[in-house]
């Protein structure tokens, strides 16, 4: 399955399909981009990250695109699994020399997996 | 090896009460973040600390809110007379430094609900 636009809060898979989240980010200047995986009730678990001098990275299942043209961020996750239901966030982080340093959050896609 | 422990998981405030929730980072991380979510929301930045600095408390509100990481024990988010629209899941986070590519870890967060 493959998410449409830049934002869907809801994106359904089929169980072993690819998923790929989308994600739009605002800071031209945001020099390092986390995905966190958070399930209900607990917090945002990290996944995967990707610094602006990098197009792509891989991780265990799940690859990492960044677009800085267009300030596009995405994730793909190969092989869908149950245990992948949750809502992923993009993060960016804007280094500003030793003042704000918090990350900023995307509105999060909500993966659902059917069997 | 621990990782972010926040406590209380969760509290029950009356309106007009104080609220404090407790954060120790992950060990060798100096570096404390705050989020606060609402309900079907994304994270929302509030805090950045050290010990015994807050770096950047731009996403604070300006009353009733307070954070500090004292140079021994854990990082507080004190919240005083505490009102309705307080209710939410509150993230601590915490890395090793403040410049970009450091990862952020996040708590299994405190929830609180105020009556």
């Known amino acids: 399955g493959e998410s449409v636009g830049l934002h869907l809060p809801t994106l359904s898979v089929q169980e072993g399909d690819n998923s790929i989240i989308n994600c739009a980010y605002s800071n031209s200047a945001s020099d390092y981009f986390i995905w966190y995986k958070q399930e209900s009730g607990k917090g945002p678990q990290f996944i995967i990250d990707i610094r602006s001098n990098m197009d792509k990275r891989q991780g265990q299942r799940v690859t990492v695109l960044l677009n800085k043209t267009v300030k596009h961020l995405s994730l793909q996750i190969a092989a869908t699994q149950p245990g992948d239901s949750a809502v992923y966030f993009c993060a960016e982080r804007l280094y500003s020399g030793g003042g704000a340093d918090g990350l900023t959050f995307g509105k999060g896609t909500h993966l659902i997996i059917q069997p | 090896n621990a990782g972010v422990m926040q406590n209380p998981r969760h509290l029950v405030r009356r309106r007009g009460q104080e609220a404090r929730l407790r954060c120790s980072p992950m060990?060798?991380?100096?570096?404390v973040y705050w989020y606060r979510q609402l309900p079907e929301e994304g994270l929302k930045f509030m805090v950045y600390?050290?010990?015994?600095?807050?770096?950047?408390e731009s996403g604070m509100p300006k009353e009733r809110f307070s954070a500090e990481f004292p140079k021994e024990g854990p990082s507080i988010l004190r919240i005083q007379q505490v009102v309705r629209g307080d209710s939410a899941a509150y993230f601590c986070a915490s890395s090793p430094g403040g410049f970009s590519g450091n990862t952020i870890y996040f708590g299994e967060g405190s929830w609180l609900t105020v009556v």
């Open positions: 600390l050290q010990k015994e600095n807050i770096i950047d």
């Open positions: 060990k060798g991380h100096s570096h």
